[in-house]
Nanobody, 121 residues
Framework: VQLQAYGGGLVQAGGSLRLSCAAS????????MGWFRQAPGKEREFVAA????????YYGDSVKGRFTISRDNAKNTLYLQMTSLKPEDTAVYYC???????????????WGQGTLVTVSS
């Protein structure tokens, strides 16, 4: 499956932003999906994951209560709604598909190219 993340940009602290990830090439609804982020000089970090049906969601501790992952299988699209953004949320955000372990970057089979989110203080 091919993944294209978009929706990043510059936002002030306390603001909101919604990322999208468009999937093509294979049946999107077959795959669990995840969002990760990577800040300059840091390792890629788990942000959120969602089951193939959308019935189960998982979040990293740093975003719990502020970010919401969702999906629309009819539109082959994954979303990440981000609220109460902080400067430390600044990173390149990646979508990924088909994990064996949802929080582990190494177990995802497919990755999008990333979209940059910058949160100013």
């Amino acid at each position: 499956v091919q993944l294209q993340a978009y929706g990043g940009g510059l936002v002030q602290a306390g603001g909101s932003l919604r990322l999208s990830c468009a999937a093509s090439g294979r049946t999107f609804s077959n795959y669990a999906m995840g969002w990760f982020r990577q800040a300059p000089g840091k390792e890629r970090e788990f942000v959120a994951a969602i089951s193939w049906s959308g019935g189960s969601t998982y979040y990293g501790d740093s975003v719990k209560g502020r970010f919401t992952i969702s999906r629309d299988n009819a539109k082959n699209t994954l979303y990440l709604q981000m609220t109460s953004l902080k400067p430390e949320d600044t990173a390149v955000y990646y979508c990924a598909a088909n994990p064996k372990t949802f929080w582990s970057t190494a177990t995802y089979d497919f990755w999008g190219q990333g979209t940059l989110v910058t949160v100013s203080s």
